[in-house]
């Protein structure tokens, strides 16, 4: 069967099993958006090449699949570039096509040319660039191979406008052995004698913590995660890449650690004597200032890349493949365990004496915003998944809602890209129509990306967006306010300029704001009852509200900053 580049790479996509991608098109890539009239494949027209990227990320974290976006040469894959770099730092399947100018011309300095497979070569698993139509069956298999297998990711085809065009005889690889990829083997077998040494020192310890990072959940590890922290009775902290991955209602979850992580959480890591990290790469915002960081605490890495040990912390015991394999391993051949009395006791002091806290909300406003996390939180159906985007709302978003399932929490963690949260949403949503949908937004993302919202009315995908409007670029300002002396350089932002009720309007959204108490639960209480068009809610919150506790950057765990109505006793 003849078909062109173009025709062969929507077969592939289908033949992948794609049902969505988000895109937008352009002259190089123009020659593949045609045969997508006649495919079984939804394109969803973004407005911005950055939307589609983040769209495709906030599809994949949603429902663990991997997420397609298509966008044109120059500008085009240019404006998706972040969205790559925010899937590379956050192990995020993703496959990124995109248009080039035609092969003769590369190099040329030609019209929308730009060396994409040379700007994202650090920043992906892989990148292709297309030389002949034969090759875009193989191509397009090995993005997808590649960026759902090991530590996902992101890939990028890259597809000249000639290949494109050109024809070629239909084929399919039969299998991994046809894609090419030498050296490329994500399959581990497991150290027997490694697994056998982890045994050991959890057998020894009176003090662990489960430190469960994003790798637990790209491994789909919760079951055995939920079964081995019940029978060995560890405490568990999750971090911001792993909210979901065990039930923040379960009475061994300690809550998220790191620099706005909860002090029980932040403490028993530093306190512990060992530490069994679980697809978790020891980010800075987790371990302060790292020469002080769990200084008597040993170390088992479980990570399915081998680059990740011995990175930033030494580990006595590196465990190399996926969290699932490993977690299992370690219980069958755990046979002695302990109830750890005297350190739950400690434990459970802590979270009594430092809980989350924040000032009470006054009646007549200005509203806080942790209060506004937890109304909608409170009214939300169970399985509600939440997006955010970065800044003080991103971790209030993190701290007040209860997170009891996978899939459930989709954020930017290791690039914190502003803008994230409304698009994140919107990919989530497409993924799983079957659930509510809130983005959890700042002012000052949602003015980078609020485009996007007409995406969402016109392909009539329903998210519900709460926008904490305190004026300020609001974590900028706290550290301005912290160690800047309250010299607020260039973090104002207005409260009225966008009118968001009449800016949510224009783009066939519905618009509502609350300023008091009795506004904030009315319109929680009316977003949620409306299900057909998008909803945004403007929440006027206080400008003066941090985010507690906090780690000082530079400075290590034991100076965590709890409300300031909790200190004095802080140790």
């Not at 300002?477 to 607020?488: A, I, P, S, V």
Request: glycine fraction near 10%.
């Amino acid at each position: 069967m003849e078909l062109t580049g173009a025709q062969a790479l929507i077969k592939s996509l289908e033949q992948e099993g794609v049902e969505t991608v988000f895109g937008l098109p352009g002259g190089a890539i123009l020659p593949v958006y045609d045969p997508l009239i006649d495919s079984t494949i939804r394109h969803i027209l973004v407005r911005h090449e950055q939307g589609a990227g983040h769209m495709a990320e906030g599809y994949a974290l949603a429902t663990g699949r991997a997420g397609v976006a298509i966008v044109t040469s120059g500008p085009g894959a240019t404006n998706i570039v972040t969205p790559i770099a925010n899937a590379h730092m956050d192990s995020t399947p993703l496959v990124v096509i995109t248009g080039q100018v035609p092969t003769g011309s590369i190099g040329s300095d030609a019209f929308q040319e730009c060396d994409i497979t040379g700007i994202t070569s650090g920043i992906t698993k892989h990148n292709f660039l297309v030389k002949s139509a034969a090759e875009l069956p193989r191509a397009i298999a090995a993005a997808f191979h590649l960026a759902t297998t090991g530590r996902p990711g992101p890939v990028l085809v890259d597809v000249p406008k000639d290949v494109s065009q050109s024809k070629m005889e239909w084929w399919w690889p039969s299998g991994i052995e046809d894609l090419d990829l030498p050296g490329y083997h994500p399959d581990v077998e497991l150290d027997d004698d490694a697994v056998a040494a982890a045994i050991a020192l959890i057998e020894v310890a009176q003090r662990p913590v489960l430190y469960v990072g994003g790798g637990t959940l790209k491994s789909r590890a919760s079951k055995e995660l939920l079964a081995f922290a019940e029978r060995t009775n560890m405490p568990v902290v999750t971090t911001l890449m792993a909210r979901g991955a065990f039930p923040d209602s379960h009475p061994q979850h300690l809550g998220m650690p790191g620099m706005h992580g909860f002090y029980t959480a932040v403490t028993a890591m530093q306190k512990s004597d060992l530490l069994i990290s679980l697809g978790a790469r020891f980010d800075d915002r987790v371990t302060g200032r790292l020469d002080g960081f769990a200084p008597d605490a040993k170390i088992i890495h479980v990570d399915i890349d081998r680059a990740e040990f011995n990175k930033v912390r030494r580990a006595d015991v590196a465990l190399h493949g996926q969290v699932a394999a490993i977690i299992s391993a370690l219980d069958a051949g755990l046979k002695k365990t302990s109830k750890y009395e005297s350190w739950w006791r400690q434990l459970r002091d802590w979270q009594a004496s430092y809980p989350l806290a924040y000032d009470e909300p006054v009646a007549d406003g200005p509203l806080r915003p942790q209060a506004v996390v937890e109304a909608i939180a409170q009214r939300a159906e169970p399985g509600t998944i939440v997006a955010a985007g970065v800044g003080q709302h991103q971790m209030w978003a993190a701290q007040h809602w209860r997170y009891e399932e996978p899939g459930t929490w989709i954020n930017s963690g290791g690039a914190g890209t502003m803008g994230f949260g409304v698009p994140a949403a919107i990919g989530a949503k497409v993924g799983r129509p079957d659930r509510t949908v809130w983005a959890i937004d700042g002012d000052g993302c949602f003015q980078m990306t609020a485009q996007e919202l007409v995406t969402a009315r016109s392909e009539g995908i329903p998210i519900k967006v709460a926008i904490l409007n305190n004026a300020y670029l609001g974590m900028v300002r706290q550290w301005q306010e912290m160690f800047y002396d309250e010299r607020y350089s260039e973090v104002y932002l207005s409260p009225d300029l966008p009118d968001y009720v009449k800016w949510a309007e224009a783009m066939g959204c519905v618009g509502l704001r609350a300023t008091n108490l009795d506004e904030m639960k009315r319109v929680i209480d009316e977003a949620n009852s409306i299900n057909d068009v998008p909803v945004v809610i403007d929440f006027r919150t206080d400008a003066t509200e941090k985010v507690f506790p906090m780690v000082p950057s530079g400075e290590t765990n034991d100076a965590i900053m709890v409300h300031p109505s909790q200190r004095g006793g802080a140790s």
